[in-house]
């Protein structure tokens, strides 16, 4: 059985790495958390400062450095660049796979495992995210182990029968402990946070028997908090506490106040999670309602209790956070295809049925991606004929953009068109390992096929003509500034080199008006949306030099 499982997590590991690893680098980071950590990554380097991070070398205290000191491990191995910025996600994603598959075969057997690996691999959101450049894919399987391994310790001190449990349980306490601290180091305290909670809910449900008591409980704190040590107690040691101070009160106001404009309705990720996470989402809703599967182990049922309470920790914590942000609730993916893989599971054992609403949910949602990947290369050919559609000049000015479209983007959703219909007929025939390869097989296939078709093109539209602009002055000793918008790309994609005035002064908005209209020693450029230009054309010495699909800049030249 272990040559089994070690053979096929050699080839989950292979396949992971053919569709997460390759075309990393096929497309600019996208501001703004892509071009920011990957900046910070870069400045690391400069600064050679490997405890503080650092953005527009002045102290950032938004993100701890561990995500940051994998981005530099690659960067030095491949150079800076978006393969180097995005590469450690992907060898996330291939310990993900791993781990679900190991996992799945420690709960129930070779055969969950594959389904829970798959069901996860070939749903859409949690693909993609592994080809990013953005925190949380690390930050998510530290919470995810730390949790596993918690469970485990409770399930060994209780004295869970039927599952086999070699370690002590004070070894899987620590390893918890030490998990979620890796988690704190990757993103801050929220990992603790969810953790906790989710802790503090089985608590609850279990009528407040401490199934866990102080002392244990301290010991995994500890353990989390010895991790953590690594960064919070070095830096506060070598710098004092203010940099500790201005991260924590961060985290508060991460949670207190709408993050730089990204504000949504209630149910923002309810929705993001019934159409990002397709086709897990729609099988997992069936989890929610009476399964009943006799003679079932209890750390079974127990295993799935922790599943749902964590599915809810999440979504509700992050749907009352007033920021929204589509991957805030990413950390659901693991119940999520976990209760989805239940339902796929228990259906191959025909004690759930493949019913009416599973594939009105699946037309439906697949309908929404297929419709968008046929109608854009067809409007693409013309995108200016959408501009009555949009109220935003900016927005128009963006679709004046020169994208070649030659129509085979179509392919994708062609595709995803006839793995729905495959895919349902299969189950419909109770062919289940075929309707489970053909659906989620089928849909990884597509998301890499929409990413090598769509995402250059859609990035032609949204940023490629500032990036163009930022590229061209890498050589030029000058000054740029934004006006009306934030950005991170200049900074990584003209190479800054630190300035010292700028530092110096130590506010962003001092700098700006300096550059606007103090005694300048170097030319400056102030980019700027098309819609905000007004604000700028009174400024006395500004020349408009640059104007592209929705940015303009001005340039004012160094005073002699």
């Known amino acids: ?17 053919l569709f997460y690893i390759p075309f990393l680098g096929g497309v600019h980071l996208f501001d703004w958390d892509e071009v920011n950590f990957a900046e910070i990554t870069r400045e690391m380097m400069i600064n050679k400062q490997y405890f503080r991070v650092y953005i527009n ?18 960067m ?24 679900l598959y190991n996992i799945g075969c420690k709960l129930y057997n070779h055969r969950f495992g594959l389904i829970w690996t798959l069901t996860y691999f070939g749903s859409i959101l949690p693909f993609l995210y592994f080809k990013s450049g953005i925190i949380d894919p690390v930050f ?20 869970f029968e039927q599952i086999e449990l070699k370690k002590s349980k004070w070894t899987y306490l620590i390893l918890a402990g030490l998990a979620v601290g890796l988690g704190i180091l990757t993103k801050g305290q929220v990992a603790y946070l969810i953790a906790i909670l989710t802790m503090f809910v089985y608590w609850v449900y279990q009528r407040f028997r ?14 989390a908090a010895a991790v953590t040590f690594t960064w919070y107690g070095l830096e506060y040691m070598q710098n004092g506490p203010w940099f500790i101070n201005e991260f924590n009160k961060y985290q508060y106001r991460l949670f207190s106040t709408p993050d730089a404009g990204h504000k949504g309705f209630p149910g923002y990720h309810f929705a993001v999670l019934l159409v990002g996470c397709f086709p897990a989402s729609i099988f997992a809703i069936r989890s929610f309602f009476p399964i009943k599967v006799e003679g079932e182990a209890a750390y079974l049922k127990d295993f799935r209790l922790w599943m749902k309470f964590l599915f ?70 013309d995108a200016t004929r959408l501009a009555p559609l949009f109220d935003d000049p900016f927005a128009v000015g963006n679709l004046e953009a020169q994208v070649n479209w030659t129509g085979w983007e179509v392919i994708p959703g062609i595709l995803l068109l006839a793995i729905l219909i495959v895919g349902i007929r299969a189950f419909n025939r109770r062919q289940w390992p075929k309707g489970l390869g053909v659906l989620f097989g089928g849909t990884a296939i597509f998301v890499m096929l929409t990413l090598i078709f769509y995402i250059k093109r859609i ?44 530092i110096e002064m130590g506010d962003k908005e001092a700098w700006k008006q300096y550059c606007l209209s103090g005694p300048i020693d170097k030319d400056v450029y102030v980019i700027t949306k098309i819609h905000r230009v ?16 929705g940015f303009v800049v001005f340039k004012r030249e160094r005073i002699q």
């Open 534 to 549: 007004p604000e700028l054309t009174p400024i006395e010495g500004l020349e408009e030099v640059y104007n592209k699909n």
């Open 312 to 381: 809810w920790v999440v979504l509700i914590l992050f749907t009352i956070v007033r920021s929204k942000i589509v991957h805030y609730s990413s950390m659901c993916y693991f119940p999520l295809t976990y209760l989805a893989a239940f339902v796929l599971y228990n259906m191959m054992e025909g004690k759930v049925q493949f019913n009416n609403w599973m594939r009105g949910g699946l037309i439906g949602v697949a309908s929404l991606y297929i419709l968008v990947t046929i109608a854009m290369p067809i409007l693409g050919q």
């Open 140 to 159: 998510n399987f530290f919470i995810f182990l730390g949790l596993y391994l918690f469970i485990l310790f409770y399930w060994k001190k209780d004295g």
């Open 210 to 223: 401490f199934y866990v008591n102080v002392p244990q409980f301290l010991l995994f704190t500890i353990a």
């Open 57 to 74: 070398f002045m102290p950032f205290w938004e993100k701890p450095p561990f995500f940051f000191w994998m981005q530099l491990l690659a």
């Open 76 to 99: 030095k191995a491949f150079g800076v660049g978006e393969f180097a910025a995005r590469l450690p996600n992907a060898l996330y994603g291939v310990a993900t796979l791993v781990l």
């Open 459 to 502: 990035e032609g539209y949204s940023q490629r003509a500032a990036i163009e602009f930022f590229e061209s002055k890498k050589e030029e000793d000058c000054y740029i500034v934004s006006h009306g918008y934030k950005t991170y790309a200049d900074l990584f994609y003209r190479k800054k080199q630190p300035v010292e005035k700028e």
């Open 1 to 17: 059985m272990q040559n089994e499982q070690l053979k096929y997590s050699l080839i989950i590991a292979l396949i992971g790495a």
